[in-house]
C-alpha cells in the first residue's frame, strides 16, 4: 500500500466521522493527517511504529493506525464507519462543494442514498427548499452529477500505467518467445482512457485461454493474432483509423514485418510515434521532417514550479533542490503559494524575504546547480497579482495562476486572465484553465485569444503535468509554437516523488506535437538565465 493510499483511508475516516457528527477535534486529526501523510517521500508501508513516530507531525495514535493498516490491509475504525453507512452515501463524499454536513442532511432529512436519487432529486427541485441549499446549490449539484456519469468507468492513463507495467513484464516472463505489447489509447498515452489494450501474436490457444482467464475482470482487454500479421495489427490498433487507412495503401498487408519502422519505411515515411499517430500533426510534421525534435524527457533541464515546505509541499527547500540535482537537472524554479493562498500557507512578505536569502546560500553550496527565486502567484478575482510590484520584482520570475473563485462564465475568466497576462511582471501563466481530470472541469476559456495575448506580451505558457491536470490542453500545443509562445512543461510538485510527475507532462507535450526548441525548461541553464535576463530587459 503506497502513501496515497494510506492517506485515502484517513481522509475517508475523516469525512465519515464528520457526517456522522462525531468529534470535530478527532476529525480535524485525522484529517490533518491525510494531508501529512500523502506528502511524505519515505515508503510508509516499509517503516516500523516507532520509525513513524519519529516523523514529524506523525503522532502516537496516528503511527499505531498506519501500522497496522499497512499490515492488515485494515483501518479497523474506518472499518466501523462504513458498515452503518450506505455505500451510496459514501460515493456522494466525492462530490465537490457539499461536504459531509450537508451529505448527511441530504441522507437524513430527503432519505437520499444515493448518487442516482440525489439526481431525481435535484430534477424535481427537491433541495431548493432545503435550509442551506437553494437553487444554485442544486444547479450546480446537477452539474457535477452529469459531469460524473460522463466520465463513468474512465481512468486517467496515470492511474493505469502501473497496472499495465506490471501485467506486461508478467506476459513477457510467462511467454518469452511470444509478440506483445501494449496498443489502442493506452499505448497511444490519451489521457483518458477506459482500458488497457495488449495485442499478443501467438499459435497456441492454450496461452490465449490462460492470459483471458488470468486478468478476468481487470479493465484490460486483450487481442489475438497469429505472428505472421503482429506488426501489421499492432500498427492498426494503436493508430486512428484514418491514419492506419492511409498507410495500408502504400504497403503489402499480407506480407511479414519484423517491426512497425519496417511498415512505415515501406511506405516511405519515416516512423510515427503511437502518441501522434492521431491524423492531425503527424503528416504537417512529416513533411517538415520534425520528429526529430519532438520533446523528450532527457530534454528537460530544468524544474520549473515546485513546491517547499515554506508553502504547502512536504520537503525543504534544500533537500528538493538537493533530490533535483541528483536526478540530473541543472536548475530549480521554486514557486511556492503567494499570500492570499491561505489553504496552503502562501508566503507572506518577510517570508518571501526569508525565503530569497536562504536561496542565495543554497546557491553557494550546491553551484553549478541553481535555484531561481520564483512564485507561484494567485490572480485575484480583479486579475491583479497578489504582491505589489516591490516584491513583484525580487522574483526572477513569475507564475501566475488561478486558484480561487473558479467559478466563472468566459467572459470573467477571460477578462481576469488577461489582466494577468499584461502584467509586466508574470513570465508564466499556470494551469489555464484550473481543470482536474476525471473530478472537475475548466472554467470556459477562448484558448486562441489566450495564446494570443502571451505571444503579445512575451509571456510563455505552462504545460502542467500533474497528471490530473495536463493543463494546457496538448491539443492547443501546436497553437502555442505557430505564435511563438514557449512552453514550459512543469510538474507542480509537492514532494520529492512529484518531480516524477514531469514525464506525464512530456508525454502529453508529444501528443501535441512540441519540439525541444519551443520548449522553455528545455533551456540549459545557462540559456534559462540569459532568457530571464533579456527578457526583464524589455
Not at 104 to 128: D, F, H, M, P, T
Not at 349 to 356: D, H
Not at 481 to 506: E, F, M, W
Request: net charge negative; charged share 25%.
Amino acid at each position: 500500500m503506497n502513501n496515497k493510499e494510506i492517506a485515502q483511508h484517513f481522509s475517508l475516516l475523516a469525512d465519515l466521522m464528520e457526517l456522522h457528527g462525531e468529534n470535530p477535534f478527532k476529525i480535524k486529526s485525522y484529517a490533518f493527517a491525510a494531508r501529512h501523510l500523502k506528502n511524505i517521500d519515505k515508503p510508509l508501508s516499509s517503516l516500523s511504529v516507532e520509525e513513524l513516530e519519529a516523523i514529524d507531525g506523525v503522532g502516537k495514535a496516528i503511527a499505531s493506525k498506519v501500522y497496522h493498516l499497512c499490515k492488515t490491509g485494515k483501518l479497523d475504525l474506518l472499518q466501523n464507519y462504513v458498515e452503518i453507512t450506505p455505500s451510496g452515501v459514501i460515493e456522494l463524499l466525492q462530490l465537490k462543494g457539499i461536504g459531509p454536513k450537508k451529505i448527511a442532511q441530504l441522507w437524513k432529512e430527503l432519505e437520499i442514498e444515493s448518487i442516482g436519487e440525489l439526481e431525481y432529486a435535484c430534477k424535481e427541485n427537491r433541495l431548493v427548499e432545503l435550509k442551506g441549499f437553494g437553487k444554485k446549490t442544486q444547479d450546480n449539484i446537477l452539474m457535477q452529477l452529469q459531469f460524473i456519469q460522463q466520465h463513468l468507468n474512465k481512468f486517467l492513463w496515470a492511474s493505469l500505467e502501473q497496472m499495465a507495467n506490471e501485467i506486461s513484464e508478467e506476459l513477457q516472463q510467462a511467454y518469452p518467445n511470444e509478440l506483445i505489447s501494449t496498443c489502442g489509447d493506452f499505448r497511444r498515452r490519451e489521457i483518458i482512457i477506459e482500458q488497457i489494450d495488449f495485442l499478443v501474436g501467438t499459435n497456441d490457444t492454450v496461452i490465449k485461454e490462460a492470459i483471458e482467464a488470468k486478468y478476468k475482470g481487470n479493465p484490460v482487454v486483450f487481442h489475438f493474432c497469429t505472428p505472421d500479421v503482429f506488426y501489421t495489427q499492432l500498427l492498426q490498433l494503436s493508430s486512428h483509423q484514418e491514419h492506419y487507412a492511409f498507410l495500408s495503401f502504400k504497403i503489402d498487408m499480407d506480407k511479414k514485418y519484423a517491426s512497425e519502422d519496417q511498415l512505415y519505411k515501406e511506405a516511405g515515411y519515416a516512423f510515427v510515434p503511437p502518441e501522434l499517430r492521431d491524423n492531425r500533426l503527424e503528416w504537417k510534421m512529416l513533411e517538415s521532417n520534425t520528429f526529430a525534435s519532438l520533446l523528450q524527457l532527457s530534454d528537460i533541464k530544468g524544474v520549473v514550479h515546485a513546491h517547499s515546505n515554506y508553502s504547502d509541499g512536504a520537503t525543504s527547500l534544500k533537500e528538493l533542490a538537493v533530490y533535483c540535482r541528483d536526478q540530473g537537472y541543472e536548475y530549480l524554479v521554486i514557486s511556492d503559494h503567494s499570500k492570499s493562498a491561505f489553504y496552503a500557507n502562501g508566503l507572506s512578505v518577510q517570508r518571501v524575504l526569508e525565503q530569497q536569502e536562504e536561496i542565495d546560500l543554497l546557491n553557494k553550496q550546491l553551484a553549478p546547480f541553481k535555484i531561481f527565486k520564483s512564485i507561484e502567484c494567485d490572480i485575484l478575482n480583479d486579475g491583479s497579482l497578489d504582491y505589489d510590484d516591490a516584491i513583484l520584482k525580487t522574483f526572477d520570475l513569475v507564475i501566475a495562476s488561478v486558484h480561487a473563485q473558479l467559478k466563472m462564465n468566459e467572459e470573467k475568466a477571460m477578462n481576469r486572465l488577461l489582466k494577468a497576462i499584461e502584467n509586466p511582471y508574470t513570465t508564466i501563466l499556470g494551469h489555464l484553465t484550473g481543470r482536474l481530470l476525471l473530478s472537475r472541469p475548466g472554467y470556459p476559456v477562448n484558448h486562441q485569444k489566450i495564446i494570443d495575448a502571451c505571444a503579445a506580451n512575451k509571456v510563455s505558457i505552462e504545460l502542467n503535468a500533474n497528471p490530473r491536470r495536463l493543463d494546457l490542453d496538448y491539443t492547443w500545443l501546436d497553437y502555442c509554437q505557430q505564435k511563438g509562445v514557449l512552453v514550459s512543461v512543469n510538474p507542480d510538485a509537492h514532494s520529492l516523488t512529484g518531480v516524477q510527475d514531469i514525464r506525464y507532462g512530456v508525454s502529453a507535450a508529444r501528443k501535441g506535437g512540441l519540439l525541444k526548441e519551443n520548449t522553455l525548461n528545455a533551456l540549459t541553464k545557462y540559456n534559462f538565465e540569459q532568457f530571464i535576463k533579456i527578457r526583464s530587459s524589455q
